[in-house]
């Protein structure tokens, strides 16, 4: 069992297309029944320097996630 502090530190690769999306900087849990729905990691192009554009932050459902191994997560979107 994995805690979501777990996930935070962890990267995120696209196995369609094998790039590399960045780490997890938000967790979506269902509180009601404890169950993730999804990660966040940043959108293309977000950096230090953008924080004040808009950016949208890409959500990958628990549904499109692979595996999850000790440093990656796997996803298919």
Known sequence: MS??????CKEVINICDARRLGCVTDVDIDYCTGNV???V???????FF??????????IPW??????????ILVEI
């Open 50 to 59: 953008s924080c004040f554009k808009p950016c949208s932050d890409i959500v």
């Open 41 to 47: 990691v940043p959108g293309v192009g977000r950096n």
């Open 3 to 8: 805690k979501v502090v777990d996930f935070k």
């Open 63 to 72: 549904e499109n996630i692979r595996k999850i191994g000790e440093e990656v």
């Open 37 to 39: 729905n999804a990660i």
